[in-house]
């Protein structure tokens, strides 16, 4: 603390004000995902300083571990940082008397001997761009998401309503459909929505999900020339609920409920899980046995699910997944009554297993049917479980 005020008696009669401290961490996606529930932040990007969590002016940023310091836990200090309308006059002063680390066009690290202070230039600027997926991690410039490396795209304008969307179905003699045409319409105008950012590699995913929570199909119908989207796809006779995921250009992300009644044969005659159903966390599929541990599973809250994924025969772990989608993983998660439904990505971008975490917020207590994708060899792999939440 003497040094501290050593250092900002320097800088005397200059505007300082508190900008942000500076950690160094293993994993900076967990961190921020942390200190933004703790601190109900909002997950940012500061341009030219790093990316982080913002509370009112002021900011905790993380950076990755450095080589040497591999196998540490938690968080390690690395700087504190001010900002200055006084920018030049503020680090000449300091430059006089202690060694510079870094230069930047926008700020200057100091290491005072002990202590290492970072100057920044004052220039608040308002968020003008957000992640599709993660509309809580923001910046005032594009850039990539640090959370799942999508490009961060515009803020749209806020909208009144919701995105519609229009369905035709093809019948199968036998019963079930063969396909189905899916026609989005603007909350305003009603017009048809025709242009659509790429998520996860794709401008459409379609979630169908049966009423009793028994079947489950992630599929991508086919951009048609007159906007609309056609899903080639056989659905068996029954009732389901259908999850469209997409984001319209100039938009928000969406994620579309609609019902569906397949015609013929025999309908469905299953029930979803009762409030009651304990949860299921292990499945064995293809010789992999998948592990779910649910923390904090809680309505309001960011749950964290932690996938962990063995050979069902030797316990080996499994470091062999395949980016499915632009991901090593995909979960969708849907409450047992069909009245939310959370698409959701890991917090690892780059990771093969055999550890893959997922940090989705849990709209309200209940049963939840969870269903999660890999690739491995070539082949998606879909993997059930059963999640209670708030109890």
Known sequence: MNLLLALLAVLQGIPLRYHHVHYRTADPATAMADASERRNGVRTIVPGLGVGVKMADTYLLFDRLRDDEAGEAGLLFDHLAFASSEFETAIRKLAARHRVVQR??????????????????????????????????????????PVCAMDLVPIPPPRIGEYKL?????????????????????????????????????????FIVSRDLSYFAHVHPEPQRDGSFLLRHEVPPGEFMLLADFLPSGGSSQMVQKALFSPGGTRAAGR????????????????????????????????????????????????????????????????ADLSDAIHAHPEEIG???????????????????????IQRGGKVITAPFLVTAGR
């Open 104 to 145: 930047k066009d926008d700020s200057v690290l100091f290491d005072a001997g002990g202590m290492r202070i970072e100057i920044v230039r004052e220039t608040e600027a308002a968020d003008l761009f957000w992640c599709p997926m993660h509309p809580d991690v923001r910046g005032a410039s594009a850039g990539k998401c």
């Open 351 to 373: 990771t093969s297993g055999p550890v893959v975490t997922f940090h989705p917020l849990i709209p309200a207590d209940g049963v939840y049917k969870i269903w999660v994708q």
């Open 166 to 206: 229009d369905l035709a179905l093809q019948r199968r003699r036998q019963g079930g459909l063969s396909a189905i045409r899916l026609t989005v319409r603007d909350p305003e105008s009603n017009q048809r929505v025709t242009a659509f950012e790429t998520i996860h590699e794709k401008t459409f995913h379609l």
């Open 272 to 335: 979803p899980p009762s409030t009651s159903a304990e949860s299921d966390l292990t499945a064995t599929i293809d010789g992999i046995r998948f592990s779910l541990e649910p923390e904090e599973v809680e309505a309001g809250r960011e749950a964290c699910l932690t996938l962990t994924l063995t050979d069902a025969k030797s316990g080996a772990s499994i470091t062999t997944l395949e980016p499915f989608l632009g991901a090593p993983a995909h979960m969708l998660i849907v409450r």
